[in-house]
Protein backbone atom coordinates (compact mmCIF):
# COMPACT_ATOMS: atom_id res chain seq x y z
CA UNK A 1 0.00 0.00 0.00
CA UNK A 2 1.57 3.71 -0.92
CA UNK A 3 -0.23 6.63 0.16
CA UNK A 4 -0.29 7.26 -3.80
CA UNK A 5 -4.04 5.01 -3.94
CA UNK A 6 -5.50 4.24 -0.79
CA UNK A 7 -8.74 1.88 -0.43
CA UNK A 8 -10.96 2.48 1.86
CA UNK A 9 -14.10 -0.01 2.64
CA UNK A 10 -17.56 1.49 3.67
CA UNK A 11 -20.00 -1.10 6.18
CA UNK A 12 -23.10 -1.32 8.02
CA UNK A 13 -26.50 -2.07 8.05
CA UNK A 14 -28.91 -1.51 4.90
CA UNK A 15 -29.90 2.05 5.00
CA UNK A 16 -27.18 3.35 6.99
CA UNK A 17 -25.92 5.81 4.01
CA UNK A 18 -23.20 3.70 1.91
CA UNK A 19 -23.91 4.49 -1.21
CA UNK A 20 -24.72 8.33 -0.22
CA UNK A 21 -21.24 8.54 1.47
CA UNK A 22 -19.77 7.60 -1.48
CA UNK A 23 -21.63 9.52 -3.76
CA UNK A 24 -21.09 12.43 -1.69
CA UNK A 25 -17.39 12.11 -1.72
CA UNK A 26 -16.16 10.58 -5.07
CA UNK A 27 -15.09 12.83 -7.64
CA UNK A 28 -16.20 10.60 -10.09
CA UNK A 29 -20.02 9.13 -10.62
CA UNK A 30 -20.07 6.30 -8.58
CA UNK A 31 -20.42 3.03 -9.40
CA UNK A 32 -23.84 1.85 -7.61
CA UNK A 33 -25.25 -1.86 -7.88
CA UNK A 34 -28.62 -0.97 -6.40
CA UNK A 35 -31.46 -3.17 -7.47
CA UNK A 36 -35.16 -3.15 -6.98
CA UNK A 37 -35.66 -4.01 -2.94
CA UNK A 38 -37.91 -6.94 -2.48
CA UNK A 39 -37.84 -7.03 1.52
CA UNK A 40 -40.90 -4.82 3.09
CA UNK A 41 -38.93 -4.67 6.28
CA UNK A 42 -36.49 -2.35 4.79
CA UNK A 43 -38.40 0.73 3.80
CA UNK A 44 -36.38 1.38 0.64
CA UNK A 45 -36.80 1.19 -2.52
CA UNK A 46 -33.56 0.33 -3.68
CA UNK A 47 -30.38 -1.97 -2.23
CA UNK A 48 -26.81 -2.53 -3.00
CA UNK A 49 -26.63 -6.27 -3.55
CA UNK A 50 -22.86 -5.83 -5.29
CA UNK A 51 -20.89 -3.10 -4.29
CA UNK A 52 -20.55 0.27 -4.48
CA UNK A 53 -17.25 2.13 -6.03
CA UNK A 54 -16.30 5.79 -5.95
CA UNK A 55 -12.66 7.46 -6.05
CA UNK A 56 -11.33 11.26 -4.69
CA UNK A 57 -8.31 12.99 -5.63
CA UNK A 58 -7.30 14.26 -1.69
CA UNK A 59 -4.23 16.39 -4.05
CA UNK A 60 -0.15 15.61 -3.61
CA UNK A 61 -1.14 12.79 -5.81
CA UNK A 62 -2.95 11.04 -3.77
CA UNK A 63 -6.31 9.43 -4.50
CA UNK A 64 -9.13 7.23 -2.56
CA UNK A 65 -10.57 4.41 -3.94
CA UNK A 66 -13.88 4.10 -1.79
CA UNK A 67 -15.59 0.86 -1.83
CA UNK A 68 -19.08 0.20 0.26
CA UNK A 69 -20.63 -3.48 0.64
CA UNK A 70 -23.91 -4.57 0.78
CA UNK A 71 -25.35 -4.11 4.30
CA UNK A 72 -27.63 -7.21 4.61
CA UNK A 73 -25.92 -10.33 6.37
CA UNK A 74 -26.76 -12.76 3.22
CA UNK A 75 -23.91 -10.76 1.21
CA UNK A 76 -21.56 -11.33 3.56
CA UNK A 77 -18.95 -13.01 1.08
CA UNK A 78 -19.09 -9.50 -0.92
CA UNK A 79 -17.43 -7.86 2.48
CA UNK A 80 -14.49 -10.44 2.16
CA UNK A 81 -13.95 -9.80 -1.45
CA UNK A 82 -14.46 -6.04 -0.96
CA UNK A 83 -12.11 -5.60 1.79
CA UNK A 84 -8.89 -7.37 0.26
CA UNK A 85 -6.58 -5.20 0.45
CA UNK A 86 -8.06 -2.65 1.85
CA UNK A 87 -6.58 -0.06 4.48
CA UNK A 88 -9.20 1.56 5.78
CA UNK A 89 -12.65 0.56 7.16
CA UNK A 90 -15.55 2.81 8.10
CA UNK A 91 -18.36 1.36 9.70
CA UNK A 92 -21.71 3.62 9.31
CA UNK A 93 -24.67 2.70 12.21
CA UNK A 94 -27.93 4.00 11.43
CA UNK A 95 -28.84 5.28 14.85
CA UNK A 96 -32.48 5.20 13.88
CA UNK A 97 -32.89 1.45 13.84
CA UNK A 98 -34.02 -0.27 16.65
CA UNK A 99 -31.06 -1.09 18.26
CA UNK A 100 -27.87 0.42 17.02
CA UNK A 101 -25.90 -0.99 19.67
CA UNK A 102 -26.53 -4.34 18.28
CA UNK A 103 -26.31 -3.76 14.69
CA UNK A 104 -22.57 -2.14 15.73
CA UNK A 105 -21.98 -5.25 17.79
CA UNK A 106 -22.79 -7.87 14.97
CA UNK A 107 -20.68 -5.65 12.46
CA UNK A 108 -17.83 -6.08 14.78
CA UNK A 109 -17.87 -9.69 15.08
CA UNK A 110 -18.49 -10.09 10.87
CA UNK A 111 -15.35 -8.14 10.42
CA UNK A 112 -12.84 -9.25 13.93
CA UNK A 113 -10.62 -11.14 11.86
CA UNK A 114 -9.35 -8.46 10.08
CA UNK A 115 -9.72 -5.56 12.11
CA UNK A 116 -6.32 -5.37 13.04
CA UNK A 117 -5.08 -5.12 9.83
CA UNK A 118 -6.92 -2.15 8.98
CA UNK A 119 -7.66 1.23 10.36
CA UNK A 120 -11.11 2.08 11.18
CA UNK A 121 -13.75 4.65 12.20
CA UNK A 122 -17.35 4.44 13.34
CA UNK A 123 -19.73 6.99 11.68
CA UNK A 124 -23.21 7.40 13.66
CA UNK A 125 -25.85 8.60 11.45
CA UNK A 126 -29.22 10.05 12.30
CA UNK A 127 -28.26 11.10 15.71
CA UNK A 128 -30.00 14.48 15.62
CA UNK A 129 -33.37 12.90 15.31
CA UNK A 130 -32.13 9.85 17.51
CA UNK A 131 -29.69 10.88 20.15
CA UNK A 132 -29.78 7.31 21.77
CA UNK A 133 -27.58 5.64 22.05
CA UNK A 134 -25.05 8.45 22.64
CA UNK A 135 -21.96 8.32 20.65
CA UNK A 136 -20.09 7.76 23.89
CA UNK A 137 -22.08 4.95 24.09
CA UNK A 138 -21.04 3.24 20.63
CA UNK A 139 -17.11 4.11 21.79
CA UNK A 140 -18.14 2.51 25.26
CA UNK A 141 -19.09 -0.78 22.97
CA UNK A 142 -15.49 -0.63 21.34
CA UNK A 143 -13.67 -0.76 24.78
CA UNK A 144 -16.15 -3.47 25.97
CA UNK A 145 -14.43 -5.35 23.07
CA UNK A 146 -10.61 -4.15 23.90
CA UNK A 147 -11.27 -1.91 20.86
CA UNK A 148 -10.52 1.71 19.97
CA UNK A 149 -10.89 3.74 16.98
CA UNK A 150 -12.65 7.09 16.48
CA UNK A 151 -16.43 7.12 16.69
CA UNK A 152 -18.44 10.32 15.49
CA UNK A 153 -21.63 11.43 14.25
CA UNK A 154 -22.17 12.49 10.81
CA UNK A 155 -24.89 13.18 8.33
CA UNK A 156 -23.73 10.94 5.15
CA UNK A 157 -25.39 13.57 3.10
CA UNK A 158 -22.83 16.27 3.58
CA UNK A 159 -19.64 15.76 1.56
CA UNK A 160 -17.65 17.27 4.62
CA UNK A 161 -18.91 14.76 7.07
CA UNK A 162 -17.55 12.17 5.07
CA UNK A 163 -14.26 13.58 4.02
CA UNK A 164 -14.07 13.79 8.10
CA UNK A 165 -14.31 10.21 8.00
CA UNK A 166 -11.78 9.43 5.13
CA UNK A 167 -9.22 11.60 6.43
CA UNK A 168 -9.45 10.07 10.29
CA UNK A 169 -8.94 6.63 8.14
CA UNK A 170 -6.31 8.12 6.63
CA UNK A 171 -4.32 9.63 9.66
CA UNK A 172 -4.58 6.51 11.64
CA UNK A 173 -3.44 4.39 8.70
CA UNK A 174 -0.37 6.64 8.47
CA UNK A 175 0.48 6.18 12.39
CA UNK A 176 0.20 2.51 11.59
CA UNK A 177 2.53 2.73 8.75
CA UNK B 1 -55.65 -10.05 4.70
CA UNK B 2 -52.55 -10.19 2.52
CA UNK B 3 -50.77 -6.79 1.43
CA UNK B 4 -50.62 -6.48 -2.28
CA UNK B 5 -46.77 -6.91 -1.99
CA UNK B 6 -47.20 -10.52 -0.24
CA UNK B 7 -49.74 -11.29 -3.47
CA UNK B 8 -47.28 -10.21 -5.74
CA UNK B 9 -44.03 -12.10 -4.23
CA UNK B 10 -46.55 -14.95 -4.23
CA UNK B 11 -47.48 -14.85 -7.79
CA UNK B 12 -43.95 -14.29 -9.25
CA UNK B 13 -42.87 -17.02 -6.87
CA UNK B 14 -45.31 -19.64 -8.04
CA UNK B 15 -44.28 -18.59 -11.63
CA UNK B 16 -40.33 -18.99 -10.91
CA UNK B 17 -41.63 -22.47 -9.48
CA UNK B 18 -42.76 -23.24 -12.96
CA UNK B 19 -39.79 -21.81 -14.26
CA UNK B 20 -37.58 -24.14 -12.96
CA UNK B 21 -39.58 -27.31 -13.66
CA UNK B 22 -39.77 -25.95 -17.54
CA UNK B 23 -36.11 -25.41 -17.07
CA UNK B 24 -35.61 -29.21 -15.63
CA UNK B 25 -37.38 -30.94 -18.26
CA UNK B 26 -35.52 -29.86 -21.14
CA UNK B 27 -32.34 -29.25 -19.90
CA UNK B 28 -30.18 -32.24 -19.52
CA UNK B 29 -27.17 -32.05 -17.84
CA UNK B 30 -28.72 -29.14 -15.34
CA UNK B 31 -27.79 -30.16 -11.79
CA UNK B 32 -29.53 -27.51 -10.29
CA UNK B 33 -31.85 -24.26 -10.96
CA UNK B 34 -32.18 -21.01 -8.64
CA UNK B 35 -34.47 -18.40 -9.85
CA UNK B 36 -33.64 -15.33 -6.90
CA UNK B 37 -35.15 -11.80 -6.65
CA UNK B 38 -32.55 -9.40 -7.98
CA UNK B 39 -31.86 -8.54 -4.40
CA UNK B 40 -30.94 -11.96 -3.59
CA UNK B 41 -34.05 -13.52 -2.01
CA UNK B 42 -34.49 -16.93 -3.17
CA UNK B 43 -37.70 -17.44 -5.15
CA UNK B 44 -37.46 -20.93 -5.99
CA UNK B 45 -34.95 -24.07 -7.24
CA UNK B 46 -34.76 -27.40 -7.89
CA UNK B 47 -32.49 -30.20 -8.98
CA UNK B 48 -29.69 -31.94 -6.77
CA UNK B 49 -28.50 -29.02 -4.96
CA UNK B 50 -24.54 -28.94 -4.34
CA UNK B 51 -24.75 -25.89 -2.62
CA UNK B 52 -27.45 -23.75 -0.43
CA UNK B 53 -29.69 -22.07 -2.60
CA UNK B 54 -30.22 -19.00 -0.39
CA UNK B 55 -26.43 -18.37 -0.58
CA UNK B 56 -26.50 -19.41 -4.30
CA UNK B 57 -29.45 -16.95 -4.84
CA UNK B 58 -27.19 -14.15 -2.81
CA UNK B 59 -23.81 -14.73 -5.01
CA UNK B 60 -25.87 -14.88 -8.23
CA UNK B 61 -28.08 -11.19 -7.76
CA UNK B 62 -24.67 -9.69 -6.73
CA UNK B 63 -23.27 -11.58 -9.98
CA UNK B 64 -25.71 -9.65 -11.86
CA UNK B 65 -25.49 -6.38 -10.61
CA UNK B 66 -21.93 -6.28 -10.96
CA UNK B 67 -22.28 -7.60 -14.89
CA UNK B 68 -24.84 -5.04 -15.38
CA UNK B 69 -23.43 -2.35 -14.36
CA UNK B 70 -19.91 -3.58 -15.77
CA UNK B 71 -22.34 -3.71 -19.45
CA UNK B 72 -23.57 -0.21 -18.76
CA UNK B 73 -20.12 1.39 -17.82
CA UNK B 74 -18.89 -0.33 -21.43
CA UNK B 75 -21.68 1.52 -23.42
CA UNK B 76 -22.99 -1.92 -24.03
CA UNK B 77 -26.23 -1.61 -22.98
CA UNK B 78 -28.16 -3.93 -20.35
CA UNK B 79 -26.77 -7.32 -19.00
CA UNK B 80 -28.71 -10.22 -20.17
CA UNK B 81 -26.63 -13.01 -19.52
CA UNK B 82 -23.42 -13.84 -18.03
CA UNK B 83 -21.52 -17.50 -17.71
CA UNK B 84 -19.04 -18.75 -15.58
CA UNK B 85 -17.05 -21.48 -17.42
CA UNK B 86 -15.34 -23.66 -15.04
CA UNK B 87 -13.27 -26.86 -15.21
CA UNK B 88 -16.02 -28.99 -14.18
CA UNK B 89 -18.97 -27.05 -15.15
CA UNK B 90 -20.92 -23.95 -15.96
CA UNK B 91 -22.81 -21.32 -14.26
CA UNK B 92 -24.98 -19.26 -16.01
CA UNK B 93 -27.04 -16.85 -14.91
CA UNK B 94 -29.65 -14.57 -16.46
CA UNK B 95 -32.08 -11.69 -15.74
CA UNK B 96 -35.10 -11.52 -16.87
CA UNK B 97 -38.70 -10.33 -16.03
CA UNK B 98 -41.02 -12.10 -14.36
CA UNK B 99 -44.56 -10.85 -13.84
CA UNK B 100 -43.16 -7.42 -13.99
CA UNK B 101 -40.54 -8.51 -11.36
CA UNK B 102 -36.63 -8.53 -12.65
CA UNK B 103 -35.50 -11.83 -11.21
CA UNK B 104 -32.24 -13.88 -11.83
CA UNK B 105 -31.77 -17.32 -13.05
CA UNK B 106 -28.55 -19.59 -12.06
CA UNK B 107 -28.68 -22.97 -14.53
CA UNK B 108 -25.40 -24.89 -12.25
CA UNK B 109 -24.57 -27.86 -15.67
CA UNK B 110 -21.98 -30.02 -16.00
CA UNK B 111 -19.67 -29.45 -19.25
CA UNK B 112 -21.16 -31.28 -21.40
CA UNK B 113 -24.36 -28.94 -21.80
CA UNK B 114 -24.09 -26.56 -24.81
CA UNK B 115 -24.39 -22.80 -23.87
CA UNK B 116 -26.47 -21.96 -26.50
CA UNK B 117 -29.09 -24.76 -25.46
CA UNK B 118 -28.89 -23.41 -21.97
CA UNK B 119 -29.59 -19.87 -23.58
CA UNK B 120 -32.45 -21.13 -25.56
CA UNK B 121 -34.38 -23.07 -22.76
CA UNK B 122 -34.01 -20.15 -20.49
CA UNK B 123 -35.32 -17.87 -23.10
CA UNK B 124 -38.48 -20.64 -23.75
CA UNK B 125 -39.05 -20.79 -19.97
CA UNK B 126 -39.11 -17.09 -19.74
CA UNK B 127 -41.82 -16.75 -22.47
CA UNK B 128 -43.78 -19.60 -20.78
CA UNK B 129 -44.32 -18.14 -17.13
CA UNK B 130 -45.16 -14.76 -18.54
CA UNK B 131 -47.21 -15.73 -21.12
CA UNK B 132 -49.41 -17.76 -19.23
Keep these: MT ?8 TGTPGAGKTTAIAALSDTPPVSTEVQNT ?29 GT ?24 DN ?6 ADFAAFLD ?19 ACTRPSVDEHADLLAARGLVFPVVAVDVRRRDDVLMLVDLVLALALTRA | MPTLFEVSSADVAAQALRAVQALLVDLDGAA ?10 ELAHGGRLAVAPARLAALVSSFAALGDVASRESSIGTARCLVIDASQGRLVVRCMQLRGQAVVV ?14 HSLAAAERLVNDA
Design chain 2, 32 to 41: TIVIASADGF
Design chain 1, 39 to 67: DAGLHKARTTVGLDFGQVDLGDGQCVRLF
Design chain 1, 3 to 10: MKDFKIVF
Design chain 1, 96 to 101: SRPDPL
Design chain 1, 110 to 128: AWRDLLPQMSCVAGIGRTE
Design chain 2, 106 to 119: VVLTDASVLLGRVW
Design chain 1, 70 to 93: PGQARFEFMWRIVATDAAGLVFLI
